[in-house]
């Protein structure tokens, strides 16, 4: 059983930047994982953020955070890092990690089984 604990959110204001954290848990190592942050906005589809190869060498962005957000792991520390700056209120969203045991770097929901509980970001104007 894969156990992912999302950290860092919270309230910024517009232009700010935040570090969004993914902690796996000890039984649990994702050196050999694809990992991926999602958010999902109130009333809104979980939608895909960045996604990161197993050893970090490969990435994928959705067009809308490219520039502004960077997708990272420390796989000695068992964690998966997403620094998002330049924030916009439209930003404000559940921010989830998810992991999958493959090389393809997906962008897809259904392609991701293991999920954390989110984090909550929330952008002021």
């Known amino acids: 059983?894969?156990?992912?604990?999302?950290?860092g959110g919270g309230l910024v204001q517009a232009g700010?930047?935040?570090?969004?954290?993914?902690?796996?848990?000890e039984r649990t190592f994702i050196s050999t994982y694809v990992m991926a942050w999602f958010r999902q906005a109130p009333g809104a589809e979980r939608e895909f953020v960045a996604a990161i190869?197993?050893?970090?060498?490969?990435t994928n962005y959705a067009d809308s955070v490219k520039g502004r957000f960077t997708i990272s792991r420390d796989n000695a520390k068992n964690t998966v890092f997403l620094q998002i700056n330049s924030l916009k209120p439209e930003d404000t969203a559940v921010y989830y990690c998810a992991a999958r045991r493959n090389t393809v770097v997906a962008t897809t929901r259904s392609a991701y089984p293991y999920w954390g509980q989110g984090t909550q970001v929330t952008v002021s104007s």
């Open 1 to 7: 059983q894969v156990q992912l604990v999302e950290s």
């Open 16 to 25: 700010g930047s935040l570090r969004l954290s993914c902690a796996a848990s």
């Open 53 to 58: 190869s197993s050893s970090g060498g490969s």
